[in-house]
Each structure stands twice: as C-alpha cells, then as structure tokens.
C-alpha cells in the first residue's frame, strides 16, 4: 500500500490521527476529562492537567499490520505551565509517517488557556523515494465559559511549511474548533469541527458517561470518515486504561488500546483561581 508517495505540486497528507480513539480530540473540551492525549489536538489543553502523566497508544487500523498506529505522550505540570513531548507513528518499516512534538500550555486568566507545539515530521519509504522531513508549529487556545462549558480553536501548520525533500509539496494546514459541556461529574458532551486543506470538513461529536467510580463509556461519530467510534475504561488515580474500537462501514474494525499513568504532586486548577 503506498502511503508516502509525495510526487511535485500535490498536497502530501498530514500525520494520521487516530480512528479508534478519535474521541481524544474532543475531551479536549472539558474541564473534567481533558488528558494528555487530548492535547495533540490542541496544546491549550495542557493548562489544565491536575498531574503529570504519560501514556502510550496503539491501534490496528481496519486490522491491517502495514497501517498501524502508536501514540506516546508525557505531560510534566510546573508552576510556569505544563510542558509536553508526544511521539507519533504510523505505517510499517517499509513505509511509514512520524511526528516528535513539543508543547507547552499554560493558564493565562480564570477563563482562558493558550498553548503552542513545534512538530517535526518524516517520511520514510524504501526505494527511490527515501525520505523526507519538515519542522511547522501549531497554535491553540481554549476558553472556560462558567464552570461547565470550554470552546476552543487550533491551528495546525498555518503558513504551510514544505518537505525538505520536494519543495513544491507541502503539508496541508488544519483548523480545528470545538464545543464541550460537562453536564456533571459523570457525564461529559462535545463536538469539533475539523477542516484540513483539500478534504470536506469532518464533524465529531463524543460523550463520556462514568457509570460507577471507576468505570466509563465513550462513544462518538466522525462524519468524513464515515466511521463510529467507542471504549470501555477503568480508572483509579494512579492510571487509566481505555479499550477502544471504529467501525467503518466498508473497511471494518480497528482495535485500539490506551493506558495513561499518573505520578507527582496533584496541582490545584480550579478554574475560578488566578
């Protein structure tokens, strides 16, 4: 399957996000239930983790081998913000995408968040193409609306920064803005709206439920992929284990599997402190 072919005056793809997982994105938008995770979406998110946390991600996309997923995040809270790395590969070793990331968020205000990451990207393919790779940056910001409601926007690669490689190619930009309400502490709601450059813009939609302590379910829709999504976790303080899976109606499954661990000092976030 060829995933990395990036011949002159043609858009190359941006880094995969995940299908079975694609709630993340979402929780972005919550006071409750933002992580570590969320905040590749938009690094804003990182203002308001009450620990530092790392995790990892993985996923079969459709159940095939060659198209793979793995996420690795850490988020380390500090009293001047919090600063996170992720890692992010899809592919297999013939052919494949990453992304190393840096970010940094921090509370400005009772009610808004700003955040900024630099990304540095590659492509690998064997044979005649090798490889290719671009540094670009994205910028977020999220705004607390009462004690309940975030919104927020994101900016992925707005000036269109090009591959090292083939400087006619460059990485689409994305933009993202999104919605999120937690009803209670037990149930959150939320939608984003995505538009990457050259495809229709995708509308998702997520709720989490914790149906006991230590117990939750999430589910959700993604409309350009056409694709539903779901999992099943439990969490305790220390860590966070979420079963996930997408349905695409003519490609199938895709299993994913999500562990997040927390460790340091819980840091106070309250939204109505300075």
Known sequence: MALLHVPGNCNAQA????????????????EKQVDVFATRINAAGLARQTQSSAGIYGEKRFGLQDISLFDGAVGLVTRSGTFGVNVHYFGFDQQNQSQLSFSYGRKI?????????FHYLQLSQAGVYGNASAITGSAGILLHVGNRVVVGANAYNPFQTTWNQDKESYIPSRYSFGLGMDVSDKIFIGTEINKEENLPVDVQAGIHYAFLPQFFVRGGVATQTANYFAALGFQVPAFRIDIAASYHQQLGWSPGILFIARFGKQKNVDPNSN
């Open 109 to 117: 205000s009772k009610a808004v968040d700003v955040g900024a990451s």
């Open 15 to 30: 880094v995969s996000l995940p299908v079975a997982a694609r709630y993340l994105g979402v929780f972005a938008y919550s």
